[in-house]
């Protein structure tokens, strides 16, 4: 393997990396702001600049790939007066408002500004100023601490396909703004957030409720599509209060969906069933757990039944029905359900050039691995129905007169007009394995407890079967 | 206009309206037989000539002509192109305006012997956007070449193919430089780009490009027609050949254009070539190469007027505009008006000079308002030592050279300001 030498230390690299990515996999940080090694290299907040034997100027390590026998420096003095004069650049304009920034203790500005910034400021001018723009229902924008990196601009035309970030005006009035100030189309716009390295392109979603360093992080596995991209929940107390993207070059690289970001909501929802719950007219009513599996029994004595599992779903769950299924309810049909139109992984496709994959549930690929069948429609004279889903695979339409237990997550909302909901377990509060569509086996980790009464699915399974004998089905 | 003396000058004798059409390009000025000759030689044979030529490019950055030929890969699989610098945004310079103005056959001929030496059959004159009247003018003479067949398809019966398009700018600064302009060209933001790739190897539309200016492609047709030698000899110091179009402006008797041998005269000649300091005043200083060169005291205007010996003494030629000022002009109004040029022109791209000219310019104006500080003048030296060399291309040189050699060279002058003795 080839070799360099960062700041007296022996550095094998694989040819075409540049000095940042040398340096780090060394364990030495070069920081930087503009470089994102997900988008195209522009070399232009200098902030990376290092010097580099036989080279007169500072060269950006960022457009510069590591050569053998090259000889770095990235903390000799002229490189530290660089990076203090670029963080004084930066700062000159950048309003004191970290106390009020969401983007406060987790913003590469405010870090960088500690670790290479002069505490001191010399600036007395006047600060530039912005007035602020609508940028539709994803992004909040604030001009005034844009540090112009264009990272933003970048991420929509390399990564997004749409050139709508835009700069216009020029120097120092340079403006990052979006193409008549339209506000933002992309379904990727949450992405903008993440790549941006101050406080200048926020979630409305995640702003003002929670700061940064109060937040439990795990990591996870996005559950909105099959693709099964890599997040991270965000939570505390109990409550989800963002998710963001992970890193994972052969899933999702650095990227998540808008969908995807902020599926979790419904985990959260207000009108969830959290309660054990019977049907009562029109509305719900909440019961405890012994009387709501009898009368779902009750629901289900003498008729015929069929199941639906959602593949929304992991493996260990599809596991344990296939073997309380048939004890529970002999021979009666199981299908998987998921996205309507999506019986199977040969109809599941990309749904984007992107990530987005046209089937709206996590596990497709894992229910037809262990062999479940894709629902299409209910067999002749089905009159009860067990649905078990997981909080998103979409719920068929039923016949009149079709009576349906849930058992998973449901909303109010949705009004399926159950006859009895036994709450269940989302993907943000237990463990297990879902398999893209790919064959990738991912896992989800729990990151919040159930919320109200809800249980997860073994548990459920065993009140189930302790409760009495098994209801009698017809054959 | 005024002919300087020695040997006979290559364009300035040219520069009246009844020079423009292509008849007296063909009768008068052997037009168009340098390509026609150009068309007889191989391609290494043209880009040979041209490097003994001393050819230096006219735009500022004044790196020989032929060697930057010699980058473009001889094969390429994405088309070449030839782009002719024609936006000459540089303050205090004129002399593109009026060599497309009277002699822009002259242009043309040198492109297509550009374009032949290195293989380009497409060039583009990107042309600032200010100058309407010359955009015009060079359409007129790009038809009447293509009618005649000194374009377009198989030209003077040569086999080679060129075509030749004037594209306008839209009044941007950054635009003169060679990547700005390229994005530019390409109908993208006029931001310089990250080089490597130099334009040789990935320019114009991803392919191989060279970049000439105006003056340095007018070169070309005399120098195949009268040999390398012969160009490199009407240079009086070394590695600078040929002629160089002066542009003095601001308080000389007689501002305007002259063209001497390259190194021939002293900045002290050609002002007395230009009449002298305007009103018989005494000279204060002069900025030898455009508004971004580092300014030269009264006692320092001794030096030869060429690219290396204005380089010894720590400023540079550029695109040689030289501009004189007088004992009672204000060199902090000065400064702090070419500072605000860069700060509006600076594209935004770099930290520190998108954040810095401004600064600078912020500083110099409250300065100038009297409401300087003692430090301020330290801080105008931190800031400009700060932007210099860092930034992807040179505009931020051009902000801060200037800066720092008036604050250097006339420091009583804002030490004036700052006491309060004078107000702005």
């Keep these: ?475 | 206009m005024i002919m300087a003396q020695q040997h006979e000058p290559m364009y300035i004798q040219y520069f009246n309206d009844e020079c423009r059409p292509l008849s007296f390009y063909l009768e008068k000025m052997n037009g168009y037989a340098a390509s026609k000759k150009a068309f007889g030689m191989s391609q290494d044979d043209i880009i040979n000539e041209v490097k003994k030529s001393n050819l230096r490019g006219r735009g500022g950055a004044g790196f020989p002509t032929g060697m930057k030929w010699g980058f473009i890969p001889k094969q390429s699989a994405k088309p070449k192109y030839l782009v002719c610098n024609a936006d000459e945004s540089e303050p205090g310079t004129f002399k593109d305006r009026d060599l497309m103005r009277y002699t822009p056959h002259l242009l043309i001929e040198g492109m297509l012997i550009a374009a032949f030496a290195v293989g380009a059959h497409h060039g583009y004159i990107y042309i600032r956007g200010e100058y309407t009247r010359e955009a015009k003018l060079l359409q007129i003479a790009i038809d009447e070449a293509y009618a005649k067949g000194y374009l377009g398809k198989n030209v003077q019966g040569s086999g080679f193919d060129f075509d030749l398009t004037v594209h306008r700018g839209a009044g941007a600064y950054i635009c003169g430089e060679e990547t700005g302009l390229l994005n530019s060209l390409e109908g993208k933001r006029g931001e310089p780009r990250v080089k490597p790739p130099f334009p040789a190897q990935a320019g114009a539309f991803g392919g191989p490009t060279v970049v000439n200016n105006v003056e340095t492609l007018t070169a070309v047709p005399y120098i195949i027609n009268k040999g390398g030698e012969w160009f490199s000899a009407l240079g009086k110091v070394e590695k600078s050949g040929g002629t160089r179009i002066i542009c003095v402006s601001g308080h000389v008797n007689k501002p305007g254009l002259y063209e001497i041998n390259a190194g021939s005269m002293t900045v002290r000649q050609i002002i007395d070539l230009a009449g002298g300091v305007l009103g018989g005043k005494k000279l204060k200083a002069v900025i030898p190469g455009g508004s971004s060169a580092p300014v030269l005291t009264a006692d320092e205007i001794d030096v030869i007027y060429d690219i290396e010996p204005l380089m010894k003494v720590g400023t540079m030629m550029g695109s040689a505009a030289m501009m004189v000022v007088s004992e009672d002009y204000c060199m902090v109004k000065l400064i702090q008006r070419i500072t605000k040029f860069y700060a509006h022109e600076s594209c935004g791209q770099c930290t520190p000079c998108r954040e810095g000219c401004k600064w600078m310019e912020d500083v110099l104006e409250r300065i100038l308002h009297g409401k300087g500080r003692e430090q301020d003048l330290n801080l105008l030296l931190d800031i400009t030592d700060n932007i210099a060399g860092k930034t992807l291309c040179a505009l931020g040189d051009a902000a801060a050279g200037p800066v720092a050699s008036f604050v250097k060279k006339f420091k009583p002058e804002f030490e004036a300001y700052i006491r309060g003795e004078k107000h702005g």
Aim: aromatic share 8%; glycine share 8%.
């Design chain 1, 1 to 475: 393997m080839a070799k360099c030498t960062i700041d007296g230390r022996e550095v094998e690299f694989v040819a075409g990396t540049n000095l940042i990515e040398v340096a780090a996999k060394a364990g030495i940080e070069i920081p930087y702001f503009c470089y994102h090694p997900g988008l195209s290299i522009v070399a232009q907040c200098r902030m990376c600049a290092v010097e580099i034997e036989k080279m007169p100027k500072l060269q950006t390590a960022c457009s510069t790939p590591a050569t053998e026998g090259m000889v770095v420096k990235t903390r000799s003095d002229r490189v530290r007066q660089n990076q203090k004069s670029v963080m004084e650049f930066l700062l000159i304009n950048h309003p004191l408002d970290c106390p009020i920034c969401d983007k406060s203790g987790e913003c590469d500005l405010q870090d960088q500004s500690f670790k290479y910034g002069d505490p001191y400021m010399r600036y007395t001018e006047e600060r530039r100023t912005y007035l602020d723009l609508d940028m539709g229902p994803v992004i909040k924008k604030n001009m005034n601490r844009c540090i112009h990196c264009t990272r933003c601009i970048r991420f929509g035309t390399e990564v997004a396909g749409i050139h709508e970030m835009v700069a216009v005006q020029r120097g120092s009035n340079t403006e990052i703004t979006t193409v008549d100030g339209r506000p933002l189309e992309t379904d990727y716009a949450g992405n903008y957030s993440d790549v941006c390295p101050t406080g200048s392109l926020t979630l409305k979603d995640f702003r003002f409720r929670k700061r940064a360093w109060f937040l439990k992080k795990t990591p996870t596995v996005c559950e909105g599509c099959s693709r099964g991209c890599n997040m991270e929940i965000h939570q505390d107390a109990n409550v989800i209060y963002r998710c963001l993207p992970r890193t994972n070059m052969e899933v999702n690289k650095y990227w998540l969906c808008d969908e995807g970001r902020f599926n979790y909501h419904y985990v959260n929802q207000e009108d969830r069933i959290v309660l054990p719950t019977l049907q009562a007219g029109e509305s719900y009513q909440p019961t405890d757990w012994n009387q709501a599996i009898d009368q779902a029994k009750a629901v289900f004595n003498g008729k015929k039944l069929a199941i639906l599992v959602g593949t929304d779903l992991t493996n260990e769950e599809a596991i344990q029905l296939q073997t309380f299924l048939p004890k529970q309810f002999g021979n009666a049909p199981v299908f998987h359900f998921g996205t309507p139109g999506i019986a199977s992984t040969q109809d599941d496709a990309p749904a984007d050039q992107i990530l987005k994959r046209k089937s709206r549930t996590s596990n497709l690929n894992g229910f037809e691995k262990l062999g479940f069948k894709g629902f299409e429609s209910l067999p002749a004279g089905i009159e009860a129905v067990l649905v078990i889903r997981g909080g998103r695979a979409e719920i068929p339409k039923f016949a009149a007169g079709v009576k349906v237990v849930g058992l998973g997550v449901f909303h109010t909302a949705e009004n399926p007009g159950f006859e009895v909901v036994l709450p269940g377990t989302s993907f943000a509060e237990k463990d297990g394995t879902i398999v893209n569509f790919e064959g990738r086996e991912q896992k989800l980790k729990r990151s919040i407890n159930p919320r109200g009464q809800c249980k997860q699915l073994p548990e459920i399974l065993m009140m189930w079967m302790n409760r009495g004998m098994s209801a009698g089905v017809a054959s």
